[in-house]
């Protein structure tokens, strides 16, 4: 399985989605099981090459994916459909691999993206639903989404986003995100709130999530959230809303073609 | 815990929804954990009388429930209300009581019942999908749903449907049900297959639906249905389906006033 003299001259893109409720996050740990580990497991199965595989972004434990991507260099010759179909032979039913693409040398699935969104699912109701135990948070007091949509005018652009963020080495020096888009969205019982930034700070996602839910309970105001942002500190902020109720949706990059 | 010399003078009915994943079916049986087992350890502690619960259907092992319901007699004076609440405290996370109403002293969940409808949940896609393992039977041959649709006109009315039937005990003598709908509906890759009518005899949705999965595969043509009926002979039918796609979605009962 050591590549030595081995030229691995084909960088491999896969989307991948998983359910994380089994797993604590993405990225390999000792003495707990991650989707990393399962899925560089399923790999070498199938490429029979050791290789270096490169994911978008850490998860959490719990944490979802719609659309997760993975990178890796490879000398094996298998086409990009048969790496698909074996990978999902290989791997548990809570894993899958959607789509591989082969790319330029110079792409990498952290380094390369430009942006991502997600969404944090939330089962608005005071019975809970037994089928969205680990897929959705369970909010008993009714969320008013209108209200909720008009935290957009002071959370879309460019901002230090210091009060949303845990404290963690994950963080950068530089606390500035440019968020995109920011929505809520109610289907009977289930809301959806969606956002996409340039990029996200360690628990960012789940702290806007927690706030909104202060927000809803009338503890906070929509009109202090310029004010929660520029004191730069976590503790104005609401609480880190539970992470099985998070889904990583979708990653950008530009200037790629992907091509099957 | 005894109720001697204890009026059960109410009539209680619950409306439930359960999650078949972890669970034997809802019938009590030796050796394996059922959904009445569960539910009837809950309302113990609930109404604080061991009391006889009558279930309106047999569902098996991995089979789902959006609306089951439950009928008891009791001399608790605990309002339908608190019922509910208290109910929700006990059940574990993959049962909840959506809600309770009192009803007259003949009503019986089971016998009372006019008809039920069923639901079956395919995800049509070439590659599985990680959140619906236990939801929705994983199908990857592209299914033509409005070819489907066309099993109406021979599968609605009164018909012996001892073809699509699994030879059993819980079959009563008479083989005749009467089905009220039917109908397949697509929404991007989930198909829904709602089946309605007076009764079911044992396995029948998910033989129907293993028959449809044959005709999609052009191995049984939709003109053969009238022919395989009138066999009265389960060979000419399609596989059973399995069970963790099948949904008890609503039952029915006539000239009953739920009220809370």
Request: proline share 2%; glycine share 4%; hydrophobic share 35%.
């Given at each position: ?28 740990q ?26 978008c ?7 979802h ?16 459909k048969n ?23 110079d792409f ?23 089928f ?6 369970h909010?008993?007091?009714?969320i ?27 963080n ?6 440019n968020?995109?888009?920011f ?20 628990n ?13 309970q ?5 009109h ?10 976590r ?26």
């Open positions: 399985m050591r590549n030595v003299n081995k030229k691995l001259d084909r960088n491999i893109v896969l989307v991948i989605s998983y359910d994380g409720t089994r797993y604590s996050g993405w990225q390999v000792k003495n707990s099981t991650t989707v990393q580990e399962i899925f560089q497991n399923a790999l070498k199965n199938v490429i029979l090459e050791d290789v270096d595989i490169k994911g972004s850490r998860t959490d434990a719990k944490v994916a719609n659309n997760y991507y993975v990178n890796f260099k490879t000398s094996s010759r298998i086409s990009v790496i698909t179909n074996a990978m999902n032979r290989f791997l548990p039913y809570d894993i899958c691999v959607k789509n591989a693409f082969e790319v330029s040398d990498h699935a952290r380094y390369s993206c430009t942006g991502k969104e997600y969404v944090y699912k939330i089962w608005n109701h005071q019975i809970r639903n037994p969205m135990h680990d897929y959705a948070l909010y008993w007091y009714d008013d989404c209108e209200n909720l949509r008009d935290v957009r005018k002071y959370i879309i652009g460019e901002h230090d986003f210091t009060s949303f963020a845990t404290l963690d080495k994950r950068a020096q530089n606390m500035i995100r968020v995109h888009d929505d809520v969205i109610r289907q009977e019982n289930v809301i959806e709130i969606k956002i996409s930034a340039n990029g996200f700070l360690y960012m996602v789940r702290i806007i999530v927690g706030t909104l839910l202060r927000i809803a009338n503890k906070i105001k929509i202090d959230i310029p004010y929660i942002i520029d004191k730069k500190d503790k104005y902020a609401g609480p880190t809303a539970p992470p099985h109720g998070l889904y990583l949706n979708r990653v950008f990059y530009d200037n790629i073609e992907f091509k099957e």
